[in-house]
T-cell receptor, first 111, second 115 residues
Framework: RKEVEQDPGPFNVPEGATVAFNCTYS??????FFWYRQDCRKEPKLLMS???SGNEDGRFTAQLNRASQYISLLIRDSKLSDSATYLCVVRNSGGYQKVTFGTGTKLQVIP | DAGVIQSPRHEVTEMGQEVTLRCKPISGHNSLFWYRQTMMRGLELLIY????????DSGMPEDRFSAKMPNASFSTLKIQPSEPRDSAVYFC?????????????FGPGTRLLVL
C-alpha cells in the first residue's frame, strides 16, 4: 500500500460547483498534513495546512480524520483559475522535515 | 525575497553524458530536498539534507546519482552517466526545520531530457 494515496482524477467540474478530494495515508503516526497545488509545468506550492480541528481559507476547507486516516479538501464556488493538480502531503513524526507527496488529483474547472 | 533558484531550467543531453543540476535554497533555510517528477511516478524524494548533512538518500535511484551540499547556500545533483530513463523534472526545495510546520518552498525545476 502506498504511503499516501489520492484519486488521480481528472475531476471535471463546471464553474461555481463544489468539489471535494480525499487522500488516505497509511502511517498512523503521521504528524502533519498539507495540501499543495501544482499548476501545469510549474512547481508545487503550499495551498494550506490541515489542522486537527479543520481549517478554512476563503473558498477552501481542509479537514483531517485521524481515526480513518484521511484528509480532505473542499473547494466551493469553483473558479477557472482553480484548475490545477492538488497534492496531498504527509509528514511523519521526527525532527526532520521529510514529507511524502501523493501523486495528485487533477482538477479541471470548465466554463 | 528570492525564492529557491535552480539552474539550468532546461537541459537536453545525450545518453552517457554527465549532467549537473544546481540549487540555491532560500537564505536561512536549513533543510534542502531534491525531488524528481514524472508522469508515471509522480513526485519522488531523492535525497534531503539538514544543515548541509545528507540525512536520507534512500530515494537516490542508483550509483549514477550523487548529491552534494558544500555549504548552506548551494547544492548539486549529478547524474553520471545519464540515461534516457532519467528524463524528468527535477525540483529542489528548501525549508526551515525546527519552527513548526517547515513548509517546503520549491524552485522552478530543471526539465531534463536525455536522448
Amino acid at each position: 500500500r502506498k504511503e499516501v494515496e489520492q484519486d488521480p482524477g481528472p475531476f471535471n467540474v463546471p464553474e461555481g460547483a463544489t468539489v471535494a478530494f480525499n487522500c488516505t495515508y497509511s502511517n498512523s503516526a503521521s504528524q502533519s498534513f498539507f495540501w499543495y497545488r501544482q499548476d501545469c509545468r510549474k512547481e508545487p506550492k503550499l495551498l494550506m495546512s490541515v489542522y486537527s480541528s479543520g481549517n478554512e481559507d476563503g473558498r477552501f476547507t481542509a479537514q483531517l480524520n485521524r481515526a480513518s486516516q484521511y484528509i480532505s479538501l473542499l473547494i466551493r464556488d469553483s473558479k477557472l483559475s482553480d484548475s490545477a493538480t492538488y497534492l496531498c502531503v504527509v509528514r511523519n513524526s521526527g525532527g526532520y522535515q521529510k514529507v511524502t507527496f501523493g501523486t495528485g488529483t487533477k482538477l479541471q474547472v470548465i466554463p | 525575497d528570492a525564492g529557491v533558484i535552480q539552474s539550468p531550467r532546461h537541459e537536453v543531453t545525450e545518453m552517457g553524458q554527465e549532467v549537473t543540476l544546481r540549487c540555491k535554497p532560500i537564505s536561512g533555510h536549513n533543510s534542502l530536498f531534491w525531488y524528481r517528477q514524472t508522469m508515471m511516478r509522480g513526485l519522488e524524494l531523492l535525497i534531503y539534507f539538514n544543515n548541509n548533512v545528507p540525512i536520507d538518500d534512500s530515494g537516490m535511484p542508483e550509483d549514477r546519482f550523487s548529491a552534494k551540499m558544500p555549504n548552506a547556500s548551494f547544492s548539486t545533483l549529478k547524474i553520471q552517466p545519464s540515461e534516457p530513463r532519467d528524463s524528468a523534472v527535477y525540483f529542489c526545495a528548501s525549508s526551515l526545520s525546527g519552527t513548526g510546520e517547515g513548509t517546503q518552498y520549491f524552485g522552478p525545476g530543471t526539465r531534463l531530457l536525455v536522448l
